[in-house]
């Protein structure tokens, strides 16, 4: 395999993703670091090298670049223990995958990156007004996987997969946000079983 460089702020969850999927697979990772609050990645010699979209994570696959956390995710991922082979459930898979994109980390996560790193008091009126909302989609979603969860024990397929690791990362940290984990006995105990994972690293 090529030479893996993971474009990163390390406080972020969807960089997490891709760095404890390389660990949990044993594969070695070189990290570069860029803070988002300085607006390294908007920085010419970003956008016209790493990405052009601004964002991290990036994943660097020698001289080629992925961005999107699940994509870089997937690539490491594939044809390992971590993607299901039955085609049903690998489908099942990716719906977690997408619901963690599209129900869960825009609420879980903003709220996290609004409070804990930007500080209400500093929030636009437009951001403070969309609390609510943002709490409430977030307490949705966190309910939805303690209910699933209640009656298994991993997310899809009886196993640890990519929607357990897509979903971990802002999952484990959502108390920065104001959400409670206690309000979701299953989902703690779900993270307490990727946490004992051989080769789980932690968030920086």
């Not at 993971?6 to 990290?31: F, Q, V």
């Not at 082979?85 to 990716?94: I, K, V």
């Not at 802002?170 to 994972?197: M, N, Q, S």
């Amino acid at each position: 395999m090529d030479k893996l460089t993971l474009h990163e702020d390390p406080r972020s969850g969807h960089c997490y993703k891709i760095r404890l999927t390389a660990a949990l697979l044993g594969l070695p990772l070189e990290r570069r670091m860029y803070d988002i609050m300085r607006g390294d990645t908007r920085k010419p010699e970003f956008l016209q090298t790493v990405n052009a979209n601004g964002r991290i994570p990036v994943l660097q696959i020698g001289k080629r670049f992925l961005p999107e956390s699940n994509a870089a995710c997937w690539y490491l991922a594939e044809g390992s223990k971590l993607i299901l082979s039955d085609r049903f459930e690998r489908a099942d898979m990716l719906r977690w995958m997408f619901f963690e994109q599209y129900n869960h980390e825009p609420n879980v996560a903003t709220l996290r990156f609004w409070l804990l790193f930007v500080g209400e008091g500093n929030l636009s009126k437009f951001q403070r007004d969309q609390i609510p909302a943002k709490r409430a989609g977030g307490e949705a979603a966190l309910a939805m996987m303690n209910d699933h969860l209640a009656q298994h024990d991993w997310l899809v397929g009886g196993k640890v997969s990519l929607a357990d690791i897509a979903l971990y990362p802002y999952t484990h940290v959502c108390e920065a946000g104001g959400f409670r984990l206690r309000d979701y006995p299953a989902v703690c105990g779900w993270l307490k079983r990727i946490e004992k994972l051989k080769g789980y690293v932690p968030m920086d």
